[in-house]
């Protein structure tokens, strides 16, 4: 049976108090003192008087998180005394879980049902499936199950069609009911405009959403088909959920939207066909607030879009294209965007593990004189193909923005990206240097009072040696690389930065070089072994070749320095 060791699930659940942080607290720390879980974000609404929290973890724990704090908002919050701008049906309006790594949406969708039926049961709280958990297509969607929100539930919840999945089908005056499912990622997301109209809002939300409106006849009624159903005409986005509001502490109108599927319609498609649809109707959008966490994709997606409508190089770095996304999309027009605390993938980010590359260059340089053999000539090779990277990309850039060189912009800002995606590797491969030594040593370690033991430890030196090769000839294939950029860059680039490109060849010779050395000297007891044969066959060819290009790169250089 699967345990899902390595299994992460992310919840997140929607509760109805955005005000009252002493009970927003109590919730919170339900999830907080759950083991196994790690509360990423909590993100009140005065106006909408809405929580959305998120947390990860394993699935088992994430389930046990879930429940715990749903049972605090059941008895912390009336319903009968709850309002706000936002839609809502329940005390804990709705707890969607997102697989994250190591789990299927199947596996998903069966710790969705074990949370629905512990809530329904153990709770007395009705509960309906909904997304991949609905039992039927009409549940699916949140919004049809939510029509009518808390005050329609007294008479919807006794209605056949709409039993609810768990509990009884008896209303809950104080908690309501409550949505759970399993789902993709999806984004929270508010785009600001400068009217106070709810109205108007509303027909920019009803222009963008998928759903569309309801279809009129020149006398403003609704039209319906064969069977006295309303006819929808629809919008222009797939994936997109969206209503207007008014939100008073802010002082102006919102299109509220949910962005199911990023991949479908892409945040900046979003926020453009929106911009698009309120200038058309005499409105401007000023910016926009995330809800919760982001995926950084979207965020790097949308910074490169904004480049590449400008004609800007998008080889830049991933804080500047993160930047970039930020002012463009106006995310710090309400608020400051942190997004250490915004983008999830920076939120699961373990900051306890120490890495070189995270040194000042001081610093960096004192670990390497230290009297310890890591970090060594491995780690150095590997930065020096960085350096060799950094600087065939920084000629791209200062020639893809070259005075009278416009039309060129595209060309050189493939070359940029590409010596962005060669640093990335190179950086990585700085600690994993020093990492593969460590584990060399490790093994080492390992017991050897009997024949297993000893067998065992002779395995385990012999594949983390391998690897141990690995990581400098792949130094030795992306310094490789990184001469590429330095020739086109010397021979097509900015003559004014030639010397830059011939230094940037020079770093990725001693990568090469470096790296050459690391690979010969790890291997000098495994060249009977057929991979390790194969691998410095590889090693001594591109060495060759790198003796070769660098001259041509420097005969470049000087010719055009002349």
């Not at 000023?286 to 800007?312: C, H, N």
Request: with cysteine; aromatic share 6%.
């Amino acid at each position: 049976m699967n345990d899902f060791k390595n299994a992460i699930v992310e919840c997140v659940p929607n509760f109805s108090e955005g005000r009252n942080m002493g009970i927003i607290k109590q919730i919170t720390d339900e999830i907080e003192q759950t083991e196994g879980v790690r509360l990423l974000d909590v993100d009140p609404g005065k106006a909408t008087n809405r929580t959305v929290v998120t947390f990860v973890g394993h699935p088992a724990a994430v389930i046990e998180a879930a429940f715990r704090a749903i049972k605090k908002a059941g008895e912390l919050i009336d319903m009968r005394h709850q309002a706000g701008e936002h839609p809502r049906m329940g005390a804990t309006d709705v707890c969607p879980l997102v697989p994250v790594s190591g789990i299927s949406m199947e596996d998903t969708v069966a710790f969705a049902k074990i949370l629905a039926g512990r809530v329904g049961e153990e709770l007395g709280i009705p509960v309906y499936l909904y997304e991949y958990a609905a039992v039927a297509d009409y549940r699916r969607n949140l919004a049809d199950i939510r029509n009518g929100e808390y005050e329609g539930l007294a008479a919807k919840i006794i209605k056949p069609e709409w039993k609810p999945d768990y509990g009884a089908a008896r209303f809950n005056e104080r908690s309501g009911a409550t949505v759970i499912g399993a789902r993709d990622f999806l984004i929270a997301y508010n785009i600001n405009l400068n009217t106070t109209s709810t109205r108007r809002a509303n027909a920019v939300a009803f222009d963008i959403r998928e759903k569309g409106r309801q279809k009129k006849d020149e006398k403003g009624k609704i039209i319906k088909d064969a069977e006295g159903q309303p006819v929808w005409v629809p919008g222009l986005l797939k994936s997109v959920k969206a209503i207007g509001w008014y939100i008073e502490e802010y002082g102006v109108a919102q299109i509220s939207v949910n962005l199911v599927n990023m991949n479908v319609t892409p945040l900046h498609v979003l926020f453009d066909t929106a911009c698009e649809r309120a200038t058309a109707r005499g409105m401007r959008v000023t910016g926009s607030e995330l809800v919760g966490l982001v995926p950084l994709q979207a965020i790097l997606e949308a910074g490169r879009y904004f480049l590449r409508k400008q004609q800007r190089s998008l080889g830049v770095g991933e804080a500047e294209l993160v930047r970039i996304a930020v002012k463009s999309l106006g995310l710090d027009e309400l608020a400051p965007f942190d997004a250490q605390k915004k983008i999830i993938e920076y939120r699961l980010q373990d900051t306890s593990a120490k890495k070189l590359v995270d040194l000042t260059l001081a610093r960096f340089a004192q670990e390497t004189a230290a009297e310890t053999p890591a970090p060594g000539g491995g780690s150095i090779a590997a930065y020096c193909g960085v350096l060799g990277a950094a600087l065939g990309t920084m000629v791209a850039n200062l020639s893809a923005q070259k005075k009278g060189w416009d039309s060129r912009w595209e060309e050189f800002s493939n070359y940029a990206e590409q010596g962005q995606e060669l640093m990335t590797e190179l950086l990585h491969l700085v600690d994993e240097d020093t990492n593969a030594y460590n584990v060399i040593m490790a093994s080492y370690g390992l017991p050897k009072g009997n024949e297993a033991e000893i067998a065992a430890r002779k395995a385990a030196i012999e594949s983390a040696t391998i690897y141990a090769i690995k990581i400098p000839f792949r130094t030795m294939e992306l310094a490789f690389q990184a001469f590429s950029i330095a020739r086109d860059m010397a021979e097509k680039g900015n003559p004014n930065c030639a010397s830059d490109a011939g230094v940037g060849a020079l770093c990725a010779r001693t990568a090469v070089k470096g790296a050459y050395l690391n690979v010969k000297t790890n291997s000098k007891d495994l060249k009977d072994n057929a991979e390790v044969g194969q691998i410095l066959e590889k090693a001594e060819k591109i060495n060759a070749d790198s003796d070769l290009l660098e001259q041509e790169i420097w005969n470049i250089v000087l010719g055009k320095m002349k």
